[in-house]
């Protein structure tokens, strides 16, 4: 099972970034999904969660209303859409699939079992 995040990069601030990450090895059409980051010197932290069927959606403070969370079952892909963005979102981004199937979008970091490399966002003021 692998999990391929992609799309970070270098923006400055107010730009926007979409972000995806692509599972292989199995689906993961029956499982929650969620986007974390970690920046310098921070502990990782969730961002998003979507559910399992992509009806439920979780976003933290900061981003909400700026980020979108989405996931296309038949590509086995989860996104995140990231607008007016700030020197603040600057981080690794990392995406992850629950543990078990048919999960709700419960910010709970410890459910999530699966875990993508990290793609780095770079926001410059």
């Known amino acids: 099972v692998q999990l391929q995040a992609s799309g970070g990069g270098l923006v400055q601030a107010g730009g926007s970034l979409r972000l995806s990450c692509a599972a292989s090895g199995r689906s993961f059409s029956n499982y929650a999904m969620g986007w974390f980051r970690q920046a310098p010197g921070k502990e990782r932290a969730i961002v998003a969660t979507?559910?399992?069927?992509?009806?439920?959606?979780y976003y933290v403070d900061s981003v909400k209303g700026r980020f979108t969370i989405s996931k296309d079952n038949a590509k086995n892909t989860v996104y995140l859409q990231m607008n007016s963005l700030k020197p603040e979102d600057t981080a690794v981004y990392y995406c992850?699939?629950?543990?078990?199937?048919?999960?709700?979008?419960?910010?709970?970091?410890?459910?999530?079992?699966?875990w993508g490399q990290g793609t780095l966002v770079t926001v410059s003021s």
């Open positions: 992850a699939a629950d543990s078990r199937p048919y999960g709700s979008s419960w910010p709970s970091s410890s459910r999530f079992g699966s």
């Open positions: 979507i559910n399992w069927t992509g009806g439920s959606t």
